[in-house]
């Protein structure tokens, strides 16, 4: 018995399972995978690779020179549920128990116990239990002193018999689901130095938005480290969406702050203020971006801006969608997502907020904020909020464009 882990009668590639994808009609299947290929290509193509693809039901071959690396970059696209690294056998039986020796010879030894997960696509030969049988058989053989355990083994090695091969695996990288990215249009992200918008950021990724961030930077009246971590925020974000130019708007906030100052605006109105402004910016960026909504890592009560009163009074006059993806999440439910995205830091620096008062009000009176945003001229500011734009990119984060050509000036291509 051969026990190398390539020989004339197999090949090492990586294979992909999509999940949701299934429940789409023929067609949409159709261009959706076709959208998981081009995305698959882009983020190889970004990390200096090479990939060709087969497309057997259910699943995409990704062969080429670094399964290992393939494996990791296509771990982050969305629309895949899980990856692994596989050796694709050609022959019969014999060329299965092979593969499936090399493969547990890496992880087993004298004392181990292990399973052996048989699949098989056709109605003739060997069915599954046999199939798991001999090629344990295989194994119990060349490894000595193991013990079968079909409930809680040490090891699984998955073996599966299918019209294009047979292929032997013993892992799964699990990756996001959701839809390809580009299925749902674009959409206009306010991101933050914090924890939240991010995930909210990688959850419409998720859902197949291609994203621009907006970042609202307060100057002055920011922690000095905030800038500079919601750029951090956005680079990390880029390595979910590898090969598309994921791009990040900075609009200067710090006149909103002096003018609140000035007029000597009632303290507890400012969050609210603060956010409606934000929203406005956005809501004008948006058509300039291209994109067809706004997210935000806003959450129901998490802070005293967030309250069911204060949101309906922050989207009041808005024209356009605004997504909250964690509208119902627990904070430790977004930690626990931050942390497994790559955006979570426990030591971020000086993030406070300079205007933040000590009383916020947790239910503001709607005419009372239109009061204060006419006093204080609120649409010069939100113009020219969004005449001084910085432009980001995710690739080396540092800003590619200064403008303060009124808009529309900037093209998306
Ligand atoms: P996060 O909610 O992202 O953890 P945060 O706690 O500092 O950040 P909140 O006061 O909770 O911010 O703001 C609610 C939402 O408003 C944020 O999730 C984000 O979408 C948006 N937001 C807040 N600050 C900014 C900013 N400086 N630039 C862009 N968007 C912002
Ligand atoms: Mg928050």
Same mark, same amino acid.
């Given at each position: 018995m051969q026990t190398g882990e390539e020989n004339s009668?197999?090949? /090492? @590639?990586? #294979? !992909? /399972?999509y999940g949701e994808l299934f429940l789409k009609s023929e067609p949409v299947k159709h261009h959706f995978i076709g959208l998981l290929l081009r995305n698959i290509g882009k983020a190889l193509t970004a990390a200096g690779l090479n990939g060709h693809y087969e497309t057997p039901r259910g699943r995409i071959l990704i062969f080429g020179d670094e399964p290992e690396k393939i494996a990791d970059i296509v771990s982050r696209i969305f629309g895949l549920v899980d990856v692994s690294i596989c050796i694709r056998t050609r022959g019969g039986i014999g060329d299965l128990c092979s593969g499936a020796v090399a493969l547990a010879s890496a992880h087993l030894s004298a004392g181990m116990s292990f399973a052996v997960r048989a699949k098989r696509q056709q109605k003739t030969g060997l069915d599954s239990q046999e199939l798991g049988a001999q090629i344990g058989s295989a194994i119990y053989e060349h490894i000595p002193g193991l013990s079968v355990n079909l409930d809680h083994p040490d090891y699984e090695v998955f073996v599966e018999v299918r019209d294009f091969g047979g292929l032997v695996y013993d892992s799964r990288i699990t990756a996001p689901g959701g839809l390809p990215l580009g299925t749902q249009g674009r959409a @206009?992200?306010? @991101?933050s130095s914090g924890i939240d918008s991010p995930v909210a950021s990688w959850l419409a990724m998720k859902r197949g938005c291609e994203i621009t961030h907006l970042h609202l930077d307060g100057g002055r009246w920011a922690g000095c480290d905030v800038k500079s971590a919601a750029i951090e925020n956005h680079r990390?974000?880029?390595?979910?969406? =590898?090969? &598309?130019p994921l791009m990040m708007v900075i609009a200067n906030s710090e006149p909103l702050y002096d003018r #609140?100052?000035? @007029?000597? %605006?009632?303290?507890? &109105?400012?969050?609210? %203020?603060?956010?409606?402004? #934000?929203?406005? !910016? =956005?809501? /004008?960026l948006m058509a300039h971006e291209g994109a067809l909504a706004m997210v935000t890592g806003e959450n129901l009560g998490q802070v005293a801006s967030q309250t069911l009163a204060n949101l309906s009074v922050i989207s009041e006059g808005l024209t356009v969608p605004v997504l909250r993806p964690l509208i119902t999440y627990d904070k430790e439910e977004i930690i626990t997502l931050a942390r497994r995205i790559g955006t979570f830091d426990t030591h971020p620096g000086d993030l406070a907020c300079r205007a933040v008062p000590k009383m916020p009000a947790t239910a503001a009176v709607l005419e009372a904020i239109l009061a204060c945003e006419q006093k204080m001229d609120?649409?010069?500011?939100?113009?020219r909020a969004c005449t001084e734009l910085q432009y980001v990119t995710a690739l080396n984060c540092e800003i590619v464009s200064d403008t303060s050509t009124p808009l529309p000036g900037r093209t998306n291509d």
């Open positions: 009668n197999s090949e /090492r @590639l990586v #294979m !992909v /399972r @206009l992200v306010l @991101l990390r974000l880029s390595r979910w969406c =590898a090969g &598309y #609140m100052q000035e @007029l000597r %605006i009632p303290p507890r &109105y400012r969050c609210v %203020i603060c956010k409606r402004f #934000m929203h406005q !910016v =956005a809501s /004008r609120i649409d010069s500011i939100v113009t």
